[in-house]
């Protein structure tokens, strides 16, 4: 596609919930990331792939979260049993990835999460 | 661990002003240095793309410099207009992980 495309972009829901959001990477890009961004607060690391297979996972803040990308393409980030402190914007990205490492990161327009 | 900070936290300036935004990180041994800016509610859009061999990149009304010994990048913005308002933000991909690494942002209003 065009750009980052990450569903849905606004997600309410209960304490509690588990809850599945997508991230559509740029057609060819092998490298996404996930990060979270909580109210006035700067990016924090959550994940990244290479492929399909998550080299680095040391941001994912708790056995809650997990994630998983299939055919080099769509991941989707899964949060059980969502909790207050969850709520954030949870922001994609991809890059060309190894075999280009130096090139841009582009991000999509966030799922915002709000736990109620 | 790679750390990176921005100053100012915040700047309002006057339309037309030319300014100047910094960031410093504490690991020089990065891959590449990205500044981006984000509007409020939105996500990240990039701006430039400084590998860690190059110096500076020019894009329109904005450069971006990078002295990797000494861990800093500027963001010059030239006769800045009231649409530059937005966060700045830097991110440093350094040659020990894959993942970037984010400075807080420096916040920036240009008023008419």
């Known amino acids: 596609g065009a750009g980052v495309s990450q569903s849905p972009s606004n997600k309410v829901t209960e304490k509690g919930k588990d809850v599945e959001l997508r991230c559509d990477p740029i057609s060819g890009h092998t490298a996404l990331y996930w990060y979270r961004q909580r109210l006035g607060q700067g990016l924090e690391f959550l994940i990244y792939f290479q492929g399909n297979s998550a080299p680095d996972k040391s941001g994912l803040p708790s056995d809650r979260f997990s994630a998983e990308r299939t055919g080099e393409s769509v991941s989707t980030l899964t949060i059980q049993r969502t909790q207050q402190e969850d709520s954030a914007v949870y922001l994609c990205?991809?890059?060309?990835?190894?075999?280009?490492?130096?090139?841009?990161?582009?991000f999509g327009q966030g799922t915002r999460l709000t736990v109620v | 661990k790679q750390e990176v900070t921005q100053i100012p936290a915040a700047l309002s300036v006057p339309e037309g002003e030319n300014l100047v935004l910094n960031c410093s990180f504490t690991?020089?041994?990065?891959?590449?240095l990205q500044w981006f800016r984000q509007d409020p509610g939105k996500g990240l859009t990039s701006l430039l793309l400084?590998?860690?061999?190059?110096r500076e990149q020019t894009s329109g009304r904005l450069n971006a410099s990078l002295d990797k010994s000494s861990g800093r990048s500027t963001l010059y913005i030239a006769a800045s207009q009231p649409g530059d308002s937005a966060t700045y933000l830097c991110?440093?991909?350094?040659?020990?992980?894959?993942?970037?690494?984010f400075g807080p942002g420096t916040r920036l209003s240009v008023l008419p």
């Open positions: 990205a991809s890059s060309l990835g190894r075999r280009a490492r130096g090139t841009e990161a582009f």
């Open positions: 991110a440093v991909k350094d040659n020990y992980g894959q993942n970037f690494v």
């Open positions: 690991d020089s041994a990065i891959y590449n």
């Open positions: 400084i590998q860690s061999s190059q």
